[in-house]
């Protein structure tokens, strides 16, 4: 990751002015003053007026609109704009708060990123925030531990599958654990997934070569009083199994781990900001493959907590995985709150759009908690609902309950199905049904091109904040 410091004095480098909804600039000197009291339109969120200023120091001044007071939506548009060998200097505004830093900051580095395996040099050099004020350094110490956690979410997304299996993924959170000594994991293999009876986890991932994996990993502050946990849906690569996918439906499947890569990153960023909360990230990882070994459809699956499920479209693969995840964080975990993160259905983008996650929860106050750090991170969600009347179609005649029903709206039939193995214990538990915004299909805003790290954000200021 480029840098970001606090500087008191600005450089020779690309100056930033950040101009607010009226037009008016705060900080600069009298000719960008006088500039934007003659130019027209400055000001609105994201956008962006180069100021050239030949035999003048800065030689060129951006303008950059902050509208209502969107600092990560300037910060963003600022690194987008710059190329990415010259360093950039933004002036401060002397009225902003903490907070507006932090997201000025965190706008920078996610529009700044660049993928890690890529050929090219990074995206952005890097950014001096000029300011003389002296309390900025918390808030840029939380945008870089998000920003960091971020990043490595979207560094696994993007990961192509022929290297990126379960055992790869698994030795990837032990080497950023390591880097945490405060951090444990454990990581079982198909042996003990077996004697302990994940059966969704050893169906799934049972064709492939790359066997499956279920990583566990604890961040457990003395000061904690409460536990969260945390689930996302780790299939490395989903072709759908015997039920094959399309070319079309397949292309980006190396995504499906997307919701895994979330919540190991937001754990992460937990124990770099020292949260006082205890959290385990739970992870099923499996290649959902074709081969002899392969489950079928038809096939009955018996999960951890001693349920089956009769499964008729093995391309519903990552419910059979979470469902063994659920069953054992209610049954071992001892959680105060379970929220799982999935790429779990096409039909998410079907109901909402590419842009905004799929979130059910029954408890209210979790729900106004998710949808607050949401907005405060910038990352968008709607609620939907859990209609008891849609349960009779997870109905089966030769097993608990049926994986793939084919009524009932396809990403609220898999929140039922998944809200069957939380049993009685756990009231508090939020489910996203992620896979249309894990994905960008453009550069804008403050993301770029492919993976997204969608929930590390909103994990992190919930998390903060519970
Ligand atoms: N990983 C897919 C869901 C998905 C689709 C994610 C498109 C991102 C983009 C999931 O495993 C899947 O195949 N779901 C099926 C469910 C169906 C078989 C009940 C779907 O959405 O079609
Ligand atoms: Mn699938
Ligand atoms: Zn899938």
New binding site residues.
């Given amino acids: 990751m480029f840098a970001i410091r606090l500087v008191s004095e600005a450089g020779q480098p690309t100056r930033v002015v950040l101009v607010d909804a009226a037009g008016t600039p705060l900080g600069g000197d009298d000719e960008v003053a006088a500039w934007c009291r003659i130019a027209e339109g400055l000001g609105a969120a994201g956008s962006i007026e180069m100021l050239p200023r030949p035999l003048r120091t800065p030689a060129k001044v951006i303008l950059a609109g902050l509208g209502d007071g969107d600092y990560r939506r300037a910060g963003a548009a600022v690194v987008a704009a710059v190329p990415g060998d010259e360093e950039i200097q933004i002036v401060v505004p002397e009225s902003a708060t903490a907070e507006q830093v932090r997201d000025l900051a965190e706008g920078a580095w996610f529009a700044g990123y660049r993928f890690r395996e890529a050929p090219v040099g990074p995206r952005t050099a890097a950014v001096d925030l000029v300011t003389t004020h002296g309390g900025y350094a918390d808030a840029l110490d939380a945008a870089r531990s998000v920003a960091e956690a971020v990043w490595l979410a979207r560094d696994l997304t993007n990961m192509p599958s022929s290297t990126k299996n379960p055992a790869w993924f698994a030795g990837q959170v032990i080497a950023e654990a390591a880097r945490r000594p405060e951090l444990t994991v454990h990581v079982r293999e198909p042996r003990q997934l077996a004697d302990e009876g994940f059966g969704g986890i050893l169906a799934v991932g049972g064709a492939s070569a790359t066997p499956p994996r279920l990583v566990e990993l604890r961040w457990h502050p003395d000061d904690a009083t409460r536990h969260v946990v945390l689930i996302g849906k780790g299939?490395t690569f989903?072709t759908?199994g015997i039920s094959i996918k399309t070319r079309e439906g397949m292309k980006?499947?190396k995504k499906?781990m997307g919701g895994a890569a979330s919540v190991i990153a937001a754990t992460m960023a937990a124990a770099d900001l020292e949260l006082p909360v205890r959290v385990t990230a739970l992870v099923p990882l499996a290649e959902n493959a074709v081969g002899d070994d392969a489950y079928r459809p038809g096939d009955v699956i018996t999960h951890y907590d001693g349920t089956t499920s009769e499964t008729t479209?093995s391309?519903?693969?990552?419910r059979l995985v979470l469902a063994d995840a659920l069953g054992y964080a209610v049954r071992r975990l001892e959680p105060d709150v379970i929220i799982d993160l999935a790429?779990?259905?096409?039909?998410n983008a079907v109901a909402l759009g590419k842009g905004m996650a799929a979130m059910y929860t029954h408890d209210d106050e979790l729900a106004a908690a998710l949808v607050a750090a949401g907005e405060a991170a910038g990352e968008a969600m709607w609620r939907m609902p859990l209609p008891d009347d849609y349960v009779e179609y997870l109905r089966s005649d030769i097993a608990d309950r049926h994986s793939?029903p084919t009524q009932g709206g396809?990403s609220v039939v898999a929140a039922l199905y998944l809200r069957e193995f939380l049993g009685d214990k756990v009231d508090s538990w939020a489910h996203f049904d992620m896979?249309a915004p894990s994905w960008s299909d453009r550069t804008a805003g403050d993301l770029v091109k492919g993976a997204t790290g969608w929930g590390v954000r909103t994990l992190v200021r919930f998390l903060e904040n519970w």
């Fill in positions: 299939i989903d759908g980006l499947m499906d479209n391309d519903a693969e990552g790429t779990l259905t096409g039909a793939s396809g896979s």
